[in-house]
């Protein structure tokens, strides 16, 4: 695989990388993800990667570092000087990006939202990983800036969903949002039609209620005020 991924750095004109499901090779040879990242920083126009199914949990400091950096002599002044190299950290080309179902929680989440990839991403699918709800109210202001789709199916547990639906107007541009799975609430449900008053392009939201029905027989008053909303 490793000989594979060295020869994608070849295919100066991709736009699209399509790597799902290749966890096995990424959790037991860790060089194949540096590999990987050398060879992402050298396709200069890559718009659109997928890496859902890879075990990443722990490994996204290696595959989206920082900087490369290299020492480079400045022959006039006889002096070593440092140099940094064009990584598909700060190239800004990279548009659409799936890490879905890659085994990451809070941690791997906290250090993604940091990068300035994310800040010029347009479409996100981060389904399937395992996030606080706390944590993932924290990085919508990092992650959301541009993004247009975002899809968080089955990455959160929690039933007090507050933290996360306060923060979802930040999303200005969203137009798509998917979060089938996610547990709400009718009171959840209630919060997030106010939410979605403030994002004026979003056009699609998918979710399920399925665990609502037994709460909606009990409380018919709040039924109306949640259907009242919702039109």
Known sequence: MRTTIMKL????????????????????????????????????????????????????????????????????RRKPSLHSECCLNHRGTLKYLNISSCDLVDGDLAYFRELDMCKLLQNLDISCNSFSVECMGESIELLGSNLVVLQMDYSISKTDLTPFISQL???????????EGVPFTVENIAKLMCEIREMPYLKCVSASFTKLRSEIYEDQELVVKTDTTTR
């Open 169 to 179: 107007h930040k999303m200005k541009k969203l137009k798509c949002l998917r979060m």
């Open 9 to 76: 750095q070849k295919f100066q004109n991709l736009k699209a990388l399509n790597l799902n499901y290749s966890s096995l090779e990424i959790r037991h040879f860790p060089s194949h993800l540096q590999t990987l990242s050398k060879t992402l920083n050298s396709l200069p126009i890559l718009e659109r990667l997928s890496l859902k199914g890879c075990s990443l949990r722990g490994h996204l400091p290696t595959l989206f570092h920082n900087v490369c950096q290299t020492m480079r002599c400045d022959v006039k």
